[in-house]
């Protein structure tokens, strides 16, 4: 069964570091470019940052560029975002995804995971 499992988000204070894991599971991972994605209340899904399947190409946006490092381990099934110098705009639930996935099982998303940047 296609499946995606967030973890890692909690609180932390601006300026701070946080590391998000994604563990997928029924499709071919090692096929696929994934993604992470966030979303804050009264705003739409944005797309986060992007990595090719071998982990060769990674894109980000430019609200992020710099600060936030995506990263897989296809072994493991699984993406990582590493997020340091973290701001309260940062503030979001945080989900992963990607095409192949989306090809097997359409519209599905996971439960995400919340990160919260405040004092």
């Known amino acids: 069964q296609v499946q995606l499992v967030e973890s890692g988000g909690g609180l932390v204070q601006p300026g701070g570091s946080l590391r998000l894991s994604c563990a997928a599971s029924g499709f071919n991972f090692s096929n696929s470019p994934m993604s992470w994605y966030r979303q804050a209340p009264g705003k739409e899904r944005e797309l986060v940052a992007t990595i090719t399947s071998a982990g060769g190409i990674t894109n980000y946006a430019d609200s992020v560029k710099g600060r936030f490092t995506i990263s897989r381990d296809n072994a493991k099934n699984t993406v990582y975002l590493q997020m340091n110098s973290l701001k309260p705009e940062d503030t979001a639930v945080y989900y992963c995804?990607?095409?192949?996935?989306?090809?097997?099982?359409?519209?599905?998303w996971g439960q995400g995971t919340q990160v919260t940047v405040s004092s």
């Open positions: 995804n990607g095409p192949a996935l989306q090809v097997l099982r359409r519209g599905y």
